[in-house]
């Protein structure tokens, strides 16, 4: 131990604590260990007493005597943390107490005396029996002078001065709720440990003991032996906050101990304490705060890694992940489940990998991860988890939809090894932490209330690198009781499956055949040509097969073993190209036909893409003899030709017989048919399509309206009489002009709005039911007006802005205008070209040519010359740099690594 700082019967301190206002606590210049204290009682003066708060051991509760706040805080602003000199002499019957004098500095001839300046202030008195001390003569006149004054003490409205204490909070949680968040003046009275303090909030003098949030220091134990570093880490919290003047933020209650956190403009003590070893993370309480949790985590991991103080013997139980595998990017194939998905990265490799430190939602009393057995009742037949158990199927959706095709950047954050047990078998897991445009994918998911958040013991490391971001993500959407944390209307969904049911199959044909183009989402691939369809229309699962080709057959596992039987050549490369087109996307298909097994036939598009032909474009597919009578049966046609001259997949081996050369030398090239409609288009969606109307009609159509809205206005239709069902024509009211038109209910929307088409005109609407009504007889055998066309070779990208600045411009070139419109192709839409007649400018190619869309590629041999002036006008686009080209070529590898489609 050392001494004081040898000047002449002078000590040097440093003052820890102001007890009232004629004692303080000095603590003297250390050489090693904890400091030596010396409690200094002030030489010849006393101050007002402090109020004091019943207690266990006493009953009796004390007010402050009046300027005893007054006087203890002149001391405290005055001296605490300050560097003074000091005198201490221990009388003979005091144990521990010596008085002295305090000079606020070092030289006791030019610094403040604290005694003297008390006095003068009227804050203490002198002692009885020590105004006649002749050494004492100045403290006495100095007193006089205040009391002369009526300063402090030496006033008259003594009893303003006395404080209002409020020593208790009667509802700790609805007092923290109240403030919300907002800090709060306070000052530290007492430190229990490193991560506990007693406070005095001001104004109200309210004292209160508060946890810090997000830390736990060791335990300090009056009555035994204290835990390891625990008196150390006391003495730092003490030495810089201790009767500071400070602010908290009260985030929560533990206990009736309030939870928060301490703002200092030095800096964050938790985040200190932490950083020195002298203080771990708490995961429940990481979750309350307002700010910092991922500071504390990041210093804990460094105090970790330098094995300091309580770290000493820290070992780590995360293994090793060699930095080339750390972090890698890719593009999302596959949702698995709601916490797994499959990635292929840049070297086209498929790895499987599951969200960090979540949990999907599952079944009640479902297996736990340590594979213990559940008494949970037997599945009903048909059981499907992702439709069955709550929030699975959300929880998948919010994940496909955001991430299925798009690029990620993943980084691991630890591998859970395989665990095998008597109960069950759970594989090796890579667990990451998955982003896609700055968004934490887990985090968002959690937010929704689509997932929980795993629970750890303290010593596992094998947790996400943004674990504390998911509990207050988690925290979050329990408050708001949103997803798996709702307690009423819990999402249902009663999905029938098709699948090896003929009778059911052929039940729901009818409905499906008769909805041509119906939106669905690929849920399963088994072959090339083979999969499984959900439409959420009408909440069925189907076995959909290809039309108009024949796909080799995929490897496929034997029934009963694990043996594997093989394939047809190039099987299972049409298997892989099937997945990546559409496995998990969103789809559109129009079934045709229905087999004796109970599958749909017909066609399937992705992105404005007929997977019939892409398979037969790239050799994984040949054309079938059905596909001859069809609409596509052309294009198939031309991408099997093609495919087959290119030799690629499965025509790599192909040798053409002489018949064969002959007949394709003598066979006839059909020229294109070009016959115009006069037209005007009335309404452009925003993918690019147009509404026509064939002007040689109008008279009809005119004839048609007027018949309308005579028997409506002389009938006007009762509200409420009509109930709206999808598919049926109807009449509604025009928004903007309040005038009747037919309309075909689209989508009923809930039992007050539905999703109109005016069929006659082409615009959508959302209106209420009462603004439906029947058709007056008659007027609804007529077909509609206006049809529905898409521009010939144009592709409109799938940027939003760049395809808006598109639909833009031909809005201006065609919209209210009398136009020619040739078919080109007859599909759903028919693809057309569009001329000016004024102009006599392919508009289509017009788009092409100032760079606003890109040019779709048609393999026909008739439309050859048209393509070529498409290519043509392309190609000066790029030369002229003009709008989509201003960066460069986006087509072919760009547009694949810039997320284009083709």
């Excluded at 304490?273 to 504390?296: I, R, T």
């Excluded at 595998?325 to 709601?338: A, R």
């Excluded at 073993?561 to 496995?583: I, R, W």
């Amino acid at each position: 131990m050392s001494t004081f700082v040898a000047v002449p019967a002078f000590k040097i301190g440093i003052v820890k604590q102001v007890l009232s206002g004629d004692t303080v606590i000095i603590r003297k210049q250390p050489q090693g260990g904890p400091p030596p204290e010396k409690v200094i009682s002030l030489s010849g003066v006393t101050a007002p007493k402090l109020a004091r708060q019943r207690t266990p051991n006493s009953d009796v509760e004390t007010p402050d005597e009046p300027f005893a706040w007054e006087a203890r805080e002149f001391l405290r602003k005055k001296l605490i943390g300050k560097e003074v000199i000091f005198t201490a002499e221990k009388p003979p019957n005091s144990a521990t107490r010596e008085y002295g004098n305090v000079w606020a500095g070092k030289d006791p001839n030019k610094d403040e005396n604290m005694v003297e300046s008390l006095l003068a202030e009227g804050l203490v008195k002198v002692r009885d029996g020590a105004r006649n001390i002749p050494q004492l003569k100045k403290l006495v006149d100095i007193e006089d002078e205040a009391r002369a004054q009526g300063k402090g003490l030496w006033g008259t409205d003594l009893q303003s001065h006395v404080r209002d204490i409020q020593w208790s909070v009667e509802n700790p949680k609805a007092f923290v709720n109240k403030l919300n968040g907002q800090p709060v003046k306070a000052i530290i009275e007492y430190v229990r440990d490193g991560s506990t303090v007693r406070l005095c909030l001001l104004p109200d003098y309210t004292p209160i003991t508060m946890m810090l949030s997000g830390i736990r220091c060791p335990a300090v134990k009056p009555d035994g032996e204290s835990e390891p570093y625990a008196e150390e880490a006391r003495f730092f919290l003490e030495s810089q906050l201790l009767q500071r003047d400070i602010e908290v933020i009260l985030e929560s209650v533990s206990n009736n101990n309030f939870v928060g956190t301490i703002l200092h403009p030095q800096g964050n003590i938790a985040e200190a304490l932490v950083q020195q070893g002298f203080a771990k993370c708490v995961v429940w309480s990481l979750a309350v705060m307002k700010s910092g949790a991922a500071n504390l985590r990041n210093a804990e991991c460094t105090a970790k890694e330098a094995k300091l103080r309580i770290w000493t013997n820290y070992v780590s139980t995360a293994p090793a992940i060699p930095a080339k595998e750390k972090e890698f990017s890719g593009t999302v194939t596959e949702i698995v489940n709601g916490d797994a998905l499959v990635v292929k990265t840049a070297n086209n490799v498929y790895k499987k990998i599951f969200l960090s430190s979540i949990r999907p939602p599952r079944e009640k009393n479902s297996n736990d991860e340590e594979g213990k057995p559940a008494a949970t009742p037997p599945k009903p037949k048909g059981f499907k988890a992702l439709y069955d158990i709550p929030w699975r199927y959300e929880a998948r959706e919010f994940l496909r939809k955001k991430l299925i095709g798009k690029k990620v950047n993943v980084i691991v954050d630890y591998i859970q090894p395989a665990k095998e047990n008597q109960f069950i078998n759970f594989p090796q897991k890579i667990c990451c932490t998955v982003t896609v445009g700055g968004t934490n994918i887990a985090e968002a998911l959690v937010g929704k209330g689509f997932a929980t958040v795993v629970g750890y013991r303290n010593d596992n490391d094998q947790r996400s690198s943004h674990y504390d971001k998911l509990l207050e993500a988690e925290l979050k959407a329990s408050k708001a009781g949103i997803g798996v944390h709702a307690k009423k209307d819990i999402p249902t969904h009663r999905v029938q499956d098709t699948s090896g049911d003929v009778a059911k199959a052929k039940k729901f044909f009818p409905f499906l055949k008769r909805a041509q183009k119906t939106e669905g989402v690929v849920e399963f691939i088994t072959a090339g040509s083979r999969m499984r369809v959900y439409i959420p229309k009408e909440s069925v699962i189907v076995t959909f097969l290809l039309a108009g080709i024949n796909c080799p057959r995929a490897s496929r596992p034997t029934p009963g073993s694990n043996l594997v039987q093989p394939g047809e050549p190039y099987g299972d490369e049409a298997m892989l190209f099937t997945k990546d087109k559409c496995l998990q996307r969103d789809v559109n298909v129009t079934i045709e036909e229905i087999d004796k097994a109970g599958n749909y036939i017909g066609w399937l598009w992705v992105d404005n893409e007929n997977l019939s032909v892409s398979l037969v474009e790239h050799g994984l597919a040949s054309m079938h003899y059905s596909a001859e009578s069809s609409e596509y049966g052309r294009l198939i046609k031309t991408a099997e030709e093609n495919a087959r001259n290119k030799r690629i997949g499965i025509w790599k081996d192909y040798v053409e017989t002489e018949k064969e050369v002959e007949k394709e030398r003598n066979a006839t090239i059909q020229d294109r048919i070009i016959k115009y409609d006069k037209v005007i288009i009335t309404e452009i969606t925003s993918e690019g399509t147009f509404f026509a109307q064939n002007i040689d009609l109008g008279t009809k159509l005119e004839a048609l309206m007027e018949k309308i809205h005579q028997e409506i206005n002389n009938n006007p239709p009762l509200p409420g009489s009509y109930v709206p069902k999808r598919g049926q024509i109807c009449a509604a009211r025009f928004s903007l002009d309040e005038q009747w038109y037919r309309a075909k209910i689209e989508k009923l929307i809930d039992d007050k709005k539905a999703h109109i088409l005016f069929i006659d005109y082409g615009n959508r609407e959302i209106v209420t039911h009462s603004r439906l009504a029947l058709l007056p007889a008659g007027t609804e055998v007529d077909p509609p007006y206006a049809t529905e066309y898409c521009l010939f070779g144009v592709k409109f990208r799938t940027d939003p802005e760049d395809r808006a600045e598109a639909v833009r411009a031909l809005s201006l070139d065609t919209l209210n205008k009398r136009l020619y419109l040739n078919v080109e192709i007859r599909g759903t839409p028919p693809a057309v070209t569009v001329v000016d007649p004024a102009t006599n400018v392919d508009l289509g190619k017009n788009l092409i040519k100032e760079g606003l869309v890109l040019m779709q590629h048609v393999r026909d041999h008739r439309l050859a010359t048209l393509m070529a002036e498409y290519r043509a006008a392309q190609d000066h686009a790029k030369a002229a740099r003009l709008n989509l080209w201003r960066h460069g070529d986006i087509t072919e590898d760009d547009a694949l690594e810039f997320g284009a489609r083709r």
